[in-house]
Every structure is written in C-alpha cells, then in structure tokens.
C-alpha cells in the first residue's frame, strides 16, 4: 500500500471528527497567571492591625471576625472592638475614623469552665444592619452570647442588651450568619454551649412568636458549617454544609445544602410542629466536573449575594474538596431559578435494611404540598400555616430532604485551582470601561488573592465598545493575576494567620479590602502605574480596571468614560522600545475590551474567532490542493516503448530546372505532410549579402498549409557561380567540403545510405576534395522526365533560401526507369 503524502495526512488529521460531546474530558489544568505580584511589590499597600497603643491587640493580634460596608463606611468587627473606616479618605492610609469598645466584664467565670484566657474575650460576631440608620452587633461574650444595638453614625449604643443564645455562637470558631428581612432576624448557628443544637432561627419580630428548626434531628441538620443567608421572592434561603446522612454508607462525607423557609411562616398547629418552622425544605448544590465519573467539589466555604449573569439572578459558590482528599477548589455559579425548581421536585427518604435513600412517589406526597407558603400557589386557600392539615405537617417533619441536586450553571464549574484551598470569594459583575465584565476576587489559605477574569456581557444596542473586536464572550476563564498580601512580620495572627477570612469589595474606590486574623489590607484593584506610558503592556495586561487613555498612558478606568473615538487611541505611540509602528503584541489583540478605548470604524481589527477560521479553513484548502497535486504527481507513468524507425516518406515529384510557367506552386500539396519536429528553428534574418540567415533564439514562424514557398530575390548568390533561376524550388542541403561542386540530379548507382545525424552534414560550398568516391550524400534529384539521359547538367550554385535553414530528414527520390 503506498504511503499517503504528508499533506493528504495533515488533512485528514484536520478532517477527523473528535470526540463525542457526552465523551469524558480530561481533568482541567490549572490556569497560569498572567502577572504575579509578589509581596515586595504589596509591600507599600496601607495595613492596619489594631489601634495605637492597644497592648492587647498589639500582643494577641486583631483577630478579625465579620466586615460591613454600610453608607460610605466599612465596619469591621473584631475582638473587643469595632472599627469604622471612612471609605472617602485618602487611599494611602487605612486608620479607623472612630471605633468603639466592648469588653467582656465574665472573664473569670469563663476561666473557671476550663476555657483558655485568651478565648475568654469578646468577639463580635454578629454585625448587621437593623435599619437605616442603625445595627445590631452580637459577642460571644466569654461564652455567654449578648447583642447590642448601635447608632450607625457614632457607634453608641442604643437600647438594652439582649439575650444572644440562638443569634450568636458561643465560641469564635463556630459559623454563624444573620439578616434583617421584614423585620425580623433570620440567623443560623448553634443554640448550646456544647454546639450539639444547630438551629435556623428567627426572632426579634414585633409581635410574632420566635421560630427555629426542629431540635436534634439529623434529618433536619446534621453539623452543619453555616455559611450565607439571602431573601429571593417569599422565601429565606439559606447555604451550608453538612455531614451527609443519605451518604451515611460512604462514612462522614461533607455535602453542600440549600434550605428554604417561608417569610409568612408562623409554625404549625398545637399538635404537629408548634413553633417550628411548617415550610423548611432543604436539597443539595452539586459543583462537579462531568464524566463517566463525577468528581465533586462538595465543601461549601463562600457564596456571594444575587448577582445578574447572563440576564438572571444567579449566586455565585466556592467549593471546596472534602478535608482528608487532595486540595482543590471550584467556583460554580446557580441560576435562582433554577434552585426554586429543585425545591418542587420528589421527596427523598431511606428505605430497605441497607437504608438507601429514594424518592418518595407522588401519589404518596399529601396535598398542599409540604414547604409551600400559606396563601400561595398550592395552599392559597389556607390563611396561615397552623391551618395546614395534620398529614401535610407531619410529612413535612419527617420528609425535609429532597431527592437529587442543583446543577450549576452551565453544567459545569467556571474556574477550577488544584493543590491549594481557597476560602473566600467576591464578585464584581459590572467590571471594565461599560460595566460588563465579570471579575472574582479568590482568597486562599496561603495567604494569596487570585483575581480571575470571567468573560463579558454584550454592551447595549447601539452602543461603541471600547476594546478591540467583539469582547470576551467566550466561557473561559483568564487568570490576571497572582497577588501575594500575607507578610507575617506585619500581620500577627495565631496558627493559620495566613487564611483570608474576608473579601470587601468597593467599587466606586476600585479597591478591595482583604482580612487575615491579625490585619487588614486595603488593595487596589487595578496596578495600572506599573504600564506607565506604555501601551504594549497596558493591552497585553487584559486588565479591565485599566485603560489606554492618551496623552495620560494606562490609568485606571475612569467614573465617567467619554463614548465615542478619542484622538490617538486606536494606535497612539507609547515609549516602549520598538513600540512605535509595530503590530500589538500577542494577547491584546481583538476581543480585549477593558484595555484601550476604540470607537468602530474600518480600522477595527477582525474578530480572533473569524481570523482563526479563516486561518484554519485557509489550511485545509491547502492541504487538500496539495494532497491532490501530490497524489496526481506520484502516479505510475505508462513504461515507455522504443522508438520507432520512420516510415519511408512518400515519393516527391520535383519540377525540370528552369523557370516554371506559373511562379508560385504549391510544394505542399504534391507531398505528404512531414511529420513534426520536435524543435523549431528561429526566423531567419538577412545577411550582409542579402542571404537570409538563421536568427536569435526567438519563436519560429510556420508555413500554413498551401500557402507557397516565398522566392528568393534574383541575382547572383554568393556562391562561385549563378544562382538558380526563380522557379528552382530544390532545397540544397549542406555537405561536407569537397574538390568542386557536385551533380545532385544524377541518379544513384546504389540504395542512398543510412540515415545521419544533423550533426554530421556538411556544407555544399566548394572547398578541398570530397575524396573516394562512394555513394552520395544528400538528396538525389532526376529529371521530371525520366532516366539520366533526360537530365540537362548544369553547374550548382549556392542559392539564397527565404525558408528558414530546417535541417529535415533526408528524403528518397523516386527510383528511375529500369531500377529494381
């Protein structure tokens, strides 16, 4: 079989369709940073790590808890102290405009529990707004939980303290999240000193009775890690982790959960769930990688309130591996539409020895439906939630699990990082010049913030990008950058100070503030001045908190972007060497919106998919042209036979010497045609004695077929005797130098002798002795009349020829009268 040529096979490679769409996909690579800044370049950014001349926050560290960005101030709670930071004040410095204090006064009684001295403080860990205008802050109190209210704008209190049992943990390390809706506070932590009550509760609702979930029932909450609270339509949602009781078989498996209550809901009747919450409902968020095998990211440690992505209000969630596995983390995004519609599919429960969880069938499900809201939907003809029927109650007390899982957005995870755990998250969606990029801020436990660019949404109808060509509207992600910010020699902190607790972003100061334990850090979110006045690097930087904007160079995006075309920006020269006049660096061609300010017009690049296209589809026509040519050149040749001695040519009647009585005749038609030569002569050319002689290497002229021979201009030739007369139409082939001229009309004694090469005729000039005798050499002419006697001798002269000198095949004459 013979090999197929190199570029039939580069085609076929292009040709050959990949895997199937549901085929398993490798697991992702880690994406590489396009800039690392290390700490000696954050090394300059503001810190604050307590108040001068706290001795005990100078000795113990800040130990952050809890971050609100409330009005133009950032709150941050921490042990003992709550600070207040104007976010209007100059960048370079990050100091609390006022704070306030609050100690714990049962430190002794705590010590004598068996607590340590350092834990028996007073971390607040409770720090949400009430209203307008004030907030509600929880401790732990050394262990005895307590919430006070306080003025948003002086920090005093305002009130009496109340009780924090269920609204606040009783020790710093456990999870706790809480929100004002309607109201009333939603929280979600442990009711006990021992943690062993997880509770959802609500409370501190005017004339409301208090609601919580029901007690010590694993099917309800089992460890859970508490971890965001958000309103959405009538309901209260709440995400967590838990130890899985439907994976109870596999061991202690962490799963990630969203539960729901209703905001009307007002517990159950006096028999069945009195006080407890009638609507709970709870289903699993699944973050994995698709496959044959699923691999799932099941630890829930960050998700953010609800964003617009891709028109639709979504969350966006960070996953983490289970605690004993290989690190890694993903970050997945959720439709809230699509969680609702989870919530109204089947009921799960065990069943069988083995106690397998399975869905519950429909006909058994009572109606209304278990976890709707009172007067809504199904139970719109029931006023409050004591009037549901008993059966509904009861089944939604042993059924609070639902069958199957969200799936995120997509299908799939948007960002995936291996070898490290990341722990916090923060999203900015209305990123870049027109607000239209998504950008996530990952906190990890090293110490680092990764900054990681999303895509982009389509900007308005009508509306000019700025950028190059179509934006960035694919799904993959962009890592920008690697920021190192932990420096232990300037943020004190226990074991693990490195771990990022909290990420804060302010997007009118463009800036992000990052908490460990022991400080805060207070970090732009662009470092556009390290470009300068260089527009290559600006570009390539792919950074949408910076723009080219000429004569200013790389600057951060400005409030306000002027619209439109601005002088210089679509090719302004930078001072980068060997900047000027040459193309843009790789990476900041089209599809890069955030970095240059262009208005449309021809001068637009073309699109990166189109040009990859074109390239790709370019390629292919190529390989197949090539392929073809070279399939079409390596086909066998038919075996060549060998040559064929030429047939005799046909007799030729030749004219009596003399002037013929009509001048022009027709040679052509008297004899057959002569077969082709395989090369031309060039055009003769007129000689000094008006012969005409062989010309330059040019295109012969051919004689059409009839048309007569041209005559040749009377007068002597140059030969030693006169020429022929106008009618000689014989053609005097050259020979070799011979004693004098000889007879050609004479015929031959003999069969003429083989044929020669061209190479060896000679001219028939006189000139030295031909010498022996033999046969003759050249064309043989008679007379038209018959034998030799007929012939009339007649000296020969060179004549002078109007054809070209042709040096055709030697000719027979007809054999005279009597030869045999």
């Known amino acids: 079989m013979p090999a197929l040529p190199l570029p039939s096979l580069l085609l076929l490679l292009l040709l050959t369709p990949g895997p199937p769409r549901g085929a398993a996909q490798p697991f992702p690579q880690d994406l590489v940073a396009r800039s690392t800044v290390g700490l000696a370049a954050t090394a300059a950014y503001p810190r604050f790590g307590g108040l001068r001349g706290d001795n005990v926050t100078a000795q ?12 133009g101030t950032l709150f941050v709670a921490a042990r003992d102290h709550i600070y207040a930071f104007d976010l209007g004040q100059d960048k370079g410095t990050l100091y609390p405009e006022r704070h306030l204090t609050w100690e714990t006064r049962d430190r002794a009684n705590c010590a004598m529990r068996g607590r340590l001295q350092d834990e028996c403080h007073n971390y607040i860990r409770v720090l949400v707004p009430r209203d307008a205008r004030t907030l509600l802050a929880c401790g732990t109190n050394a262990f005895s939980p307590l919430c006070r209210t306080y003025q948003v704008s002086s920090l005093e209190q305002e009130g009496e303290d109340v009780s924090g049992q269920a609204r606040c943990p009783f020790d710093a390390q456990q999870s706790i ?23 959802i509760y609500r409370s501190l609702s005017p004339g409301r009775p208090p609601l919580r979930t029901l007690k010590y029932s ?16 009538p309901f209260v949602y709440f995400f967590f982790r838990e130890v899985s009781v439907e994976l109870r078989a596999m061991g202690k498996v962490l799963v990630a959960r969203v539960a729901r209550v209703c905001r009307n809901d007002g517990g159950g009747s006096a028999r069945v769930l009195e006080r407890r919450w009638t609507s709970f409902l709870k289903v699993r968020l699944l973050c994995a990688l698709p496959g044959d095998s699923v691999f799932a990211f099941d630890v829930l440690e960050a998700v953010t309130p609800p964003r617009a992505l891709h028109g639709r209000a979504a969350v966006l969630a960070l996953f983490g591996t289970q605690p004993n596995s290989i690190p890694g983390s993903a970050v997945c995004a959720f439709y809230l539409a699509d969680v609702e519609r989870a919530f109204e599919g089947p009921f ?25 809201c009172a007067g809504m939907g199904p139970a719109a003809g029931i006023s409050t939630s004591a009037d549901f029927p008993d059966e509904t109650l009861s089944f939604a007390k042993e059924h609070p699990l ?23 998250l923060a999203a900015d969606t ?3 010049p027109w607000r239209n990029q998504t950008v996530l801020f990952l906190g990890a436990e090293d110490g680092r913030v990764l900054k990681v660019l999303m895509g982009t949404q389509q900007p308005p109808a009508g ?8 934006g960035d509207t694919g799904s993959e992600a962009l890592l920008l950058e690697d920021i190192s910010l932990y420096d232990p020699g300037r943020c004190r902190g226990p074991r693990g100070a490195s771990r990022v607790l909290g990420l804060e972003l302010h997007g009118p100061g463009q800036e992000l503030f990052v908490a460990f334990a022991g400080c805060l850090v207070r970090l732009p979110l662009g470092r556009c001045a390290q470009h300068g006045a260089c527009r290559r690097s600006c570009l390539a930087a792919r950074d949408p908190y910076c723009v080219w904007l ?25 001072s980068c060497a060997g900047e000027a006049g040459e193309p843009a660096a790789a990476g900041d061609g089209g599809g890069d919106r955030a970095h240059g300010v262009r208005g449309p017009g021809p001068g637009a690049a073309v699109p990166v998919p189109v040009l990859v296209g074109s390239v790709l589809g370019a390629f292919a026509l190529g390989a197949l042209a090539a392929g073809l040519l070279s399939a079409s050149c390596r086909r066998p040749a038919a075996p060549k036979a060998p040559p064929e001695p030429a047939p005799p040519p046909a007799p030729r009647l030749y004219p009596v010497l003399g002037p013929p009585p009509e001048p022009p005749r027709a040679e052509a038609s008297l004899q057959a045609p002569p077969e082709a030569p395989p090369e031309r002569a060039p055009e003769p050319r007129r000689g000094p004695h008006g012969c005409l002689e062989p010309a330059g290497p040019g295109p012969p002229r051919t004689r059409a077929l009839g048309e007569p021979r041209p005559l040749p201009p009377p007068g002597p030739g140059p030969g030693p005797g006169p020429g022929p007369g106008p009618g000689s139409f014989n053609r005097v082939q050259p020979r070799a130098a011979g004693p004098g001229p000889q007879r050609l009309d004479v015929p031959p004694d003999s069969p003429p002798p083989p044929r020669r090469a061209l190479a060896q005729r000679h001219s028939l000039e006189a000139g030295p002795p031909l010498g022996a005798p033999g046969l003759p050499r050249g064309l043989t002419r008679m007379h038209s009349l018959g034998g030799p006697g007929g012939a009339r001798p007649r000296a020969l002269e060179r004549s002078c020829s109007t054809k070209p000198p042709l040096l055709p095949k030697p000719l027979q004459a007809p054999a005279a009268p009597g030869w045999p």
């Not at 429960?349 to 058994?364: K, N």
């Not at 509306?463 to 179509?470: L, M, Y």
Request: with cysteine; proline share 15%; hydrophobic share 35%.
């Open 60 to 71: 113990l560290g800040l130990d952050f808890q809890r971050m609100l960005r409330l009005n």
């Open 430 to 432: 209305g990123a870049g």
């Open 218 to 233: 694993s099917r309800w909450l089992q460890e859970p890690h508490f971890v965001q609270v958000l309103p959405y339509g």
């Open 348 to 372: 799960a429960e065990p069943r069988g020895a083995a106690g397998a969880w399975t869905p519950v069938p429909e006909e058994r499900v009572p109606q209304p439906r278990p976890g709707c």
């Open 402 to 424: 639902l069958h199957g899982a969200v799936a995120p957005a997509g299908g799939r995870p948007l960002f995936t990082r291996t070898g490290t755990r990341l722990t916090r």
């Open 463 to 470: 509306t000019p990008a700025p950028g190059d060509g179509d």
């Open 550 to 574: 000429p004569p200013a160079g790389c600057v951060p995006v400005p409030e306000h972007l002027p619209i439109g075309p601005a002088p210089g920006t679509d090719g302004a020269p930078g």
């Open 177 to 199: 999240v809480a929100l004002f809706v309607d109201g009333s506070l939603y929280s979600a932590t442990v009711a006990d000193f021992q943690a062993s009550d997880a509770v």
